[in-house]
């Protein structure tokens, strides 16, 4: 079973910056679907991130502030997060969807406050 570990969440300032790592348990190379999701109390789950056959999307709140960058030598996937506002404020997931079978698997989260 694939497993996926979020790390990087905090307390940060408006304004400020994170960046989140995501460990996948095997290769990222063996995953045709790799990003990140949010969710905010009281709020649906929504797209913050996503790299496919090599292409990255971004969810319209984040374009130009979050950037997602891979390693695959350590098997993790960055979110880095500038100019972050109160409203990104949620639990970030990790999510990573296998070659084989198309199976999708999540991180366990985690958490980012941006207050200041």
């Known amino acids: 079973q694939v497993q996926l570990v979020e790390s990087g969440g905090g307390l940060v300032q408006p304004g400020g910056s994170l960046r989140l790592s995501c460990a996948a348990s095997?290769?990222?190379?063996?995953?045709?679907?790799m990003g990140w999701y949010r969710q905010a109390p009281g709020l649906q789950r929504e797209l913050v991130g996503i790299?496919?056959?090599?292409?990255?999307n971004y969810g319209d709140s984040v374009k130009g502030r979050f950037t997602m960058s891979q390693d695959g030598a350590k098997n993790v996937v960055y979110l880095q997060m500038n100019s972050l506002k109160p409203d990104d404020t949620a639990v970030y997931y990790c999510?990573?969807?296998?070659?084989?079978?198309?199976?999708?698997?999540w991180g366990q989260g985690t958490q980012v406050t941006v207050s200041s």
């Open positions: 095997k290769s990222i190379f063996s995953f045709n679907a």
């Open positions: 999510y990573g969807r296998s070659r084989i079978g198309a199976v999708g698997s």
């Open positions: 790299i496919t056959s090599g292409t990255i």
